[in-house]
């Protein structure tokens, strides 16, 4: 995608799971670990996007696989990550991607709502950790890497449900850090400025809030997913090997 350029040896073979992994950042983060010759199987409902995404990676020595699961579901989480590790063996890296940043007003939110916003953007997080968490620990290593959003840290407006999810992600991190560093298990959370995909420039991102975005951002240019990706790769592999229970910010200096 022209932007990646370090090379991880550490990733070649290993055994790779992106929730969300169909479109935007998600899709950059399957095609970075693809060409870092990873085996990488992806989580999405979006089969039109996910298809195509798979047939463009054909080509590669490691083409990734998409398989349809529906992460508010919990057993389709249990059977679908069953289904992976019979087929290919214990998961190595897992990457919680998935997430839904649907505006919302705090009058609108109605306890149903609420409860749905937590499945989509929190709750599939801990479930798809612990399906993956008993190969890990009897491997004695592994990587879990939760994509967290800068939107809490800054309090964006008419996003209370999304961002108090994604403030329990980086929670999460520290708290499944501590619970598994004794098994050599690696937690991180990376924390994703304004990223241009095509989701947020077709819904939000518009000239004026990307001239809103650019005006706060130390560095003055967009942040692409493969940035993202970028960071992703790095806390994935044994360069990283002493890095868990942190978050990693990817947005250009956005104060």
Known sequence: MGILSASYPSLRGKRVVVTGGGSG????????????????????????????????????????R???????????????FERVQQELGPIEILVNNAANDQRHELKDITPASFDANLAVNLRHLLFCSQAVAPGMQAARKGAI????????????????????????????????????GSDGIRVNCVIPGGIRTPRQTRLWHNPEEEARMLGQQCLKERIEPEHV??????????????????GYFVDAGWR
């Open 25 to 64: 950042i998600g899709a950059a983060i399957v095609d970075a670990f693809a060409r870092q010759a990873a085996r990488v199987t992806f989580l999405d409902i979006a089969d039109a996007e996910s298809k195509e995404l798979e047939r463009s990676l054909s080509d590669l020595a490691e083409p990734p």
């Open 66 to 80: 998409y398989v349809h699961c529906d992460l508010i579901d919990l057993a389709q989480i249990r059977s679908t």
């Open 145 to 180: 890497i939760n994509l967290g959003s800068i939107s809490w840290h800054l309090g964006l407006p008419n996003l209370v449900m999304y961002e108090t999810a994604k403030a329990g992600i980086e929670g999460m991190t520290r708290a499944l850090a501590r619970d598994l």
């Open 229 to 246: 990706a970028a960071m992703v790769l790095f806390l994935a592999s044994d360069d990283a090997r002493m890095c868990t229970g942190h």
